[in-house]
């Protein structure tokens, strides 16, 4: 292909994707895809001989049938406009540009949809695809964060089915599986992915509505992935009764214990011999805390907003315990969002501990200030009813305009 075939087509094909031709859902039968030569600054009527060139060029796509050329009636060897075949454009697609046809890509991304569609059964991925078919039948293509080409857009669904399937697991394995490479998800998809999440994962919209920003290992802990399995730790007399008949007594462990995420699902059920069980969601605390456990305590390490496995944990260590329940969290707004979606989502009886007043004020020295912003947000959070039994420590923290992260505890004073 020519300077000037590629320069003239790429102007009829941009024209061509702009217009209602290429959305195989609208009414385009009338309207012409031309362009006027004298907006051409190379087709100089002065210069016979780029006149000669580009004529021969441009005859020889209308050769092809791929344009048509309208000449000057008065200087009749004057191009004055080209006008693109659109029987032919699909043909100009794969010849020039090595690719589908905006129209036949619409088709193809319309049937990838509906049969999505009928085999995908999460609501949110259902959302997602509900709008895309109604984008598509609008715009003609799908939104830009969905993927920049249709090899693209067939692997984020991939990673979608997966997801829909409960096949989650580690996220390396997954992308060995789907594509034959352990970093294609993290290195080509993942961002195209968590734009997805951002719009429609309801964990994720859920902590966005609190004024919490998940981290991305969160996110993908919400959804059941991971890089490695997840680790639990605690240190407290529980019995673990495996499916073979086997006892695990993690007791004797008086430094800690740590159970590999996989074992969950060699569990049958636990005991756990103490009057009270005590969340702890800093790990420098768990491990400080430890050394001061009484024998009728359980301490177990928390983390951070808890994935569908430890949730899983959570669910089985509450089925074989019947004390009281305590989550001890940094004193903040992720501490407080924290300690509100453990109780409604796993321990209905659950306290604060260390999350008081009291606490606050002691160790109101090593708070780090917080900006107006944060402030706003707690002044939102301060509305909900499921936060009020930290109403008095919010309205410390927008009086002092600090809040208190969980390090700060172990320092004496």
Known sequence: MSKHQKQLLDKL?????????????????KRRIMFHLKSYHAYDVQDFDSVEEINADMEELQNKGYIQIVYDQEHTNHMKTIILNLEHVNDIYQEYYGKQSKNDEAQQLSQLLHDYQEKIKTPW????????????????????????????????????DYIDEGRNNFMRAMSNALFHDTKYFENELKSSFLSLIHRYEPNYLMAKADDYEMRESEIFRSLGFQLYPEEFAWCAPIQLYLKDGTCIDTTPFQKGFILNGDMLSDIEHMEIQAKRLVLIENKANYYSRIKEKRPDEAIVFAGGHFSPVRKQLYECMREGFHGEIYLSSDIDLGGFLMFARLKEEVFPNLKPYHMSLDIYEKYLKYARSVDEAYLDKIEKARDREDLTIFHDVMDAILKHRKALEQEAMIIKS
Do not use: C, R, W
């Open 13 to 29: 094909i941009q024209k061509y994707e702009n217009s209602a031709h290429a959305n195989p859902n609208k009414d385009n039968s």
């Open 125 to 160: 991925i259902q959302s997602f695809i509900q709008d895309e078919q109604a984008y598509l039948v609008k715009n003609g293509t799908l939104h830009k964060y969905v993927g920049k080409d249709m090899e693209h857009i067939k692997q984020l669904f991939m990673v979608l």
